[in-house]
Structure formats: C-alpha cells, structure tokens
C-alpha cells in the first residue's frame, strides 16, 4: 500500500486538487472539499497574521476572523453544538475582553521594541521544525476508517451532548463552576485599586 | 444530516490533522517571537483553539461524543484562564507601566 503522510501533506498543500475539476456538476460534487480549504486558508492566513501583525489592535481582529473559520470547520464536522458554543465563547466573550484590555492599556509603539533578528529567525525555524516533526509523526500513525453513522446516530446534537455531560462528565461540570467563582473572586482581588 | 459521511469520506482525517498541526505551530511560533503580552497570550488561544478541532475532527470520525464535550471542558477552562491572564496583566501595566514580557524576568519589580 503506496500511502504515506507526504502523500496526505502534498495533497493538502494542493488544496486536494480541487482546481483539476472542470465541469460545473464536478464542482458540486466536493463541495464540502471546497469550503474545506477555502476555511483552511483562511484559518492559516489569518492566524499567521495575528502572530505577524504590529498592531496588538489588528492581531486581536484578525484573531476573530480565525475563529470564525474554526467555527466553519465545526459546522462541516457536523458539530453543531461545539461551533455555537465556540462564537459565542470565544468571539463573543474572550475576543470582547481581548479587546478592551487593548484598548485600556492604550499602548504606543515606541513601547515595545521588536525582538533582534537572530531570535525572531530562530523562533520561525523552531516553529517550522517543530510542525515538521509532528507531520513526519503522523506518518507513523495507525489508519483508521471513518466510522459511518446514520441520520439517528448523530453525535454532535444539543441532545446526544446534553446527555453525556450530565450523565458521564457530571462530576467534571460541577467542578467547573467551582473554577469560575476562583476565577470571579480572582479577578475582583486582583484588579481592585489598592487604599 | 445524512450529508455527514459524504463530507467525511470527501476530507480526509488527515488533513484536519494537518491543519491543527499548522495552526498550532504557528500558535507556538507567536509564543516565541512575540515580546507584547497580550499577542503571547492570543498565541496560547491559537494553540488551544487548534486542540480543539482536533478533538471535534477525531470525535466526528470516530462517531463518539466524548471528544466534544472535551472541547466544552477545554473552552470553559480557556475563558477562565483569559479573564485572570488579563486581570494580572493589568495590574502588570499598573505596576510597571509596561506590558514586554523581557521586563519580567525578575520578581521584584
């Protein structure tokens, strides 16, 4: 069997070679393929920008964009409870926060000087061979099929979710809320002016 | 609903991990060439957020719901982190007037 991971990694790199289609019915046909890599450009661009960007203002923004992509990868995974959540959670609520901590610490350029050279070179080449070893990695790892589910076995609804967590995963959900009032308390202590 | 093995045998399993692995490299790469707090702290967003589909992509093919509710856990947690993370880099900026994370490196300010 002549299938490896550089085979999988050229074809994500050629967009699954989506552009040798030619006839409009063909198109239609991978659809799901097409909005696929449209996100996954999206996703890779827009998170490269938000670590690229000068501006904590632009970043905080483009951050939003990827987020959005994320969201559209939930929504083809049919995850449709996980990609609500994530809008609302994440642009909704962590993306505001972002926000106003840059608004409020008003932050000028001449405050924070770019790393020297050697280092942000050196960050770009450990990032990159870090992603190289994972991919060669995966090389490694077992195949599985997808398991195929009917209309009734769908995983991703409000029900099947609701159930297991408060079914399985009740004893992890209380301690969640737990979390959060340390964190509400946390938050009021620590940001409060001292007399 | 009948759509989702089509869409599963269309993208491969691979690719979705291709793709978390790029988004959380480039996460990791933020970590460590940015000095500004707040875009190091969006970096640990980008890595948790390419966990997450991981978990969702592996849940949705192997036809088990478990991993979702991971992500449900793992988002929960991020919220909880931003608000404190941002809460000291707040009284970070108060104390020092800055927020380069270079000007950390002693505990007695």
């Known amino acids: 069997m002549k299938y490896g991971i550089l085979d999988d990694l050229i074809a994500f790199l050629t967009f699954g070679s989506i552009f040798e289609k030619r006839t409009t019915n063909e198109y239609l046909t991978c659809m799901e393929q097409i909005i696929f890599y449209a996100l996954a450009f999206v996703a890779i661009a827009f998170s490269a920008l938000t670590v690229g960007s000068r501006n904590a203002m632009y970043s905080v923004l483009y951050l939003i964009v990827t987020f959005f992509a994320m969201a559209g990868f939930y929504l083809l995974l049919s995850a449709e ?110 940001t409060k002016k001292e007399e | 609903m009948e759509n989702m093995t089509e869409t599963i045998r269309l993208v491969p399993l691979e690719h979705y991990i291709i793709l978390s692995l790029i988004i959380f490299s480039i996460g990791a790469m933020g970590v460590l060439l940015r000095r500004n707090m707040i875009v190091v702290f969006m970096s640990i967003e980008l890595m948790l957020n390419a966990v997450n589909l991981l978990a969702v992509a592996f849940s949705s093919f192997r036809g088990d719901a478990a991993g979702q509710v991971f992500v449900f856990f793992v988002m929960v947690v991020a919220a909880a982190e931003v608000a404190l993370g941002l809460a000291i880099m707040m009284m970070i900026f108060r104390n020092i007037r800055s927020i380069d994370i270079n000007q950390l490196n002693q505990l007695k300010w």
Do not use: C, D, W
């Open chain 1, 81 to 190: 409870f996980v990609a609500i959540v994530h809008i609302i959670v994440y642009a909704g609520a962590i993306m505001v926060l972002f926000l106003f901590t840059v608004m409020m610490l008003n932050l000028n350029a001449p405050l924070l000087l770019p790393r020297a050279l050697l280092v942000r070179l050196l960050a770009v080449i450990a990032g990159g061979s870090f992603a190289l070893v994972l991919i060669a990695a995966l090389g490694k790892a077992a195949h599985f099929a997808p398991v195929a589910l009917g209309a009734s076995q769908a995983v991703g609804t409000v029900n099947v979710l609701g159930k297991m967590l408060f079914n399985e995963f009740l004893l992890p959900f209380e301690l969640t809320s737990v979390l959060f009032i340390a964190t509400m308390v946390g938050v009021v202590v620590l």
